[in-house]
């Protein structure tokens, strides 16, 4: 059998790693999202609730507030607009994690074996991992942040409703081009620095401790990288 026959013959993920790891990594992240999402949206109209709170102090003492807590702002929504709109802006955050997650892991898995390198036993020294974990969360958000600005933007679009204040988007793409119009490529990218810094410091310890963990296991223990080590990594 020649090269190019045998390199066919192998498993997709053995012939395009990078690519594989890319989209199920993508995959993964988008089904999490979706299960998630209305946590996500809690907290950003919680975080804006109480921005506004200052503002209304300021205009009306004693004014109250419109949600308490995360159960309480969860039941405000449903509500007031319907349990569909606690997933809304599901879709630019299914971009986003498509680009983030997919760009974090790859990023990750370069760095660590081909630029910062493993040591001779296979083992990834933890200054490296770390290194790596915060390289590759800043670089996939970097990349992902304009799905990140229209994520919650359109997140805050059912209280400017219920506020009788007018939509400013019809839809995920036209949030998109209406934003690159206002403020062109560089609006995209508003409020990148934090956005970035988050990330670094998510990513050193969400991706340095599975994959430290996971090592560990697999160099000194009976257990091998399967799904159990990875579950177990995982939960660490």
């Not at 503002?55 to 607009?81: C, D, F, S, Y």
């Not at 040591?119 to 991992?129: C, H, I, L, Q, T």
């Not at 963990?213 to 091998?224: A, D």
């Amino acid at each position: 059998m020649s090269p190019a026959e045998e390199k066919k013959s192998l498993p997709l993920t053995e012939r395009w790693p990078r690519a594989s790891k890319f989209a199920l990594s993508a995959c993964a992240a988008a089904v999490a999202e979706l299960v998630t999402f209305p946590l996500d949206l809690t907290k950003t109209r919680l975080q804006v609730q109480g921005e506004a709170a200052v503002l209304r102090n300021a205009a009306a003492a004693g004014q109250a507030v419109p949600h308490h807590g995360m159960l309480h702002t969860v039941a405000g929504i449903v509500r007031e607009e319907g349990w569909r709109k606690l997933w809304q802006g599901a879709t630019p955050a299914i971009y986003r994690h498509i680009v983030y997650s997919g760009v974090r892991m790859v990023a990750y898995e370069h760095l660590r074996d081909s630029v910062l390198g493993r040591a001779e036993d296979e083992s990834f020294p933890f200054w490296k991992a770390v290194i790596g974990g915060m390289s590759a969360g800043a670089i996939g958000q970097f990349f992902a942040s304009p799905t990140d600005l229209v994520k919650v933007q359109m997140q805050m679009e059912g209280k400017r409703k219920l506020e009788g204040k007018p939509l400013r988007f019809r839809g995920v793409h036209h949030a998109f081009v209406k934003i690159l119009s206002e403020g062109g490529i560089r609006g995209l990218w508003a409020g990148w620095v934090p956005n970035v810094q988050r990330a670094a410091l998510v990513n050193m310890g969400d991706l340095t401790t599975y994959d430290s963990v996971k090592h560990f296991l697999v160099l000194n223990t009976p257990l091998v990288d399967n799904t159990v080590t990875h579950s177990v990594a995982r939960c660490c």
